[in-house]
């Protein structure tokens, strides 16, 4: 019935990325290891991850008409992305500059470029690909009014998946439409304000749910997870492997839990699913070049 399993809406970055020993502090100048220019961007991210997972994506995005632009478009293609959806040209390509320390930790900063010139008529405009897609799945490295369009557009029946991730109030229409929110320590903490900074993080999971969403998963690095809906709170463990770089580890996680739940497994079932896609990801540096394919989920 529905052509895609999963429709991305987000970003798309070519992302510039050195080892460091450690970040510089404010005025400091360190060095650091030879330059990585990788594929990323959190929309893209969570498009090629889904893909290598075996399911039928599709992606909306904008790049630039430039050399990174074609490096993404390669990338999904490589993966199996289905890139009608992606827009070219209006701005340059976005790009992220990444540092990546000895535990494997990053700290990223992003410039929009094209990401923030992919509008709500864009979405309008792409409205036949949310009818053929049983789960959407987006990001906030787009405009929030995009997002909220999104929310919109979805066509009946169909889920809504966000990371609110980089992190920024979000409306109550938005909210509402999420199922689930999936978000980290530092995003709940900003969604929920900082009055919540000293609860648990199974209070943060109540509260949040409380504020709209038909479900929420709050992920915890090393701890695990949150899975909360209205059947109650439950814990999913984490999978101890040996992280070499994090990065893009939460975009797969959310493609893997979306992806699953489209296939029908339950909000605890999909996030242990996708604890172990994360867990293959951080075993490798990179983004988009270290997401696993199934059989590797299987082997782990
Ligand atoms: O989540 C990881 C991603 O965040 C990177 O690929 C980078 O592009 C930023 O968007």
Known sequence: MYDYDLLIVGSANADLVIGVE????AGE????????????????????????????????ARVGDDAHGRLLLDSQREAGVDTAGV????????????????????????SPGANGRLTPADVRAAGSIFHSARVVSTQLEI????????????AP???LVLNPSPPQPLPS???????????????????LGEARVGEEPEDWARLLLAKGPRSVVVTLGGEGSLVA??????????????????????????AALAWRLGLGDSLADAASYAARVGAVTVTKEGAQVSFPTAEEVAAL
């Open 22 to 25: 450690r970040r510089p502090g």
């Open 29 to 60: 100048t360190v060095l650091g290891s030879d330059l990585a220019v990788h594929p990323g961007g959190k929309g893209a991210n969570q498009a090629v991850a889904a893909a290598r997972l075996g399911a039928r994506t599709a992606l909306l």
């Open 87 to 110: 827009l070219v040209g209006g701005a340059p390509t976005g790009v992220a500059l990444i540092t990546v320390d000895p535990s494997g930790d990053n700290s990223i900063v992003v």
């Open 143 to 154: 405009p929030l009014e995009t997002v909220a369009e999104v929310a919109r557009t979805l």
């Open 157 to 159: 029946g169909s889920r």
């Open 173 to 191: 229409e938005v909210l509402a439409a999420c199922d689930p929110l999936i978000l980290n320590e530092h995003e709940a903490k900003v969604i």
């Open 229 to 254: 809906s209205s059947d109650g709170v439950a814990r999913i463990p984490s999978v101890p492997v040996r992280a070499v770089d994090t990065t893009g580890a939460g975009d797969s996680f959310t």
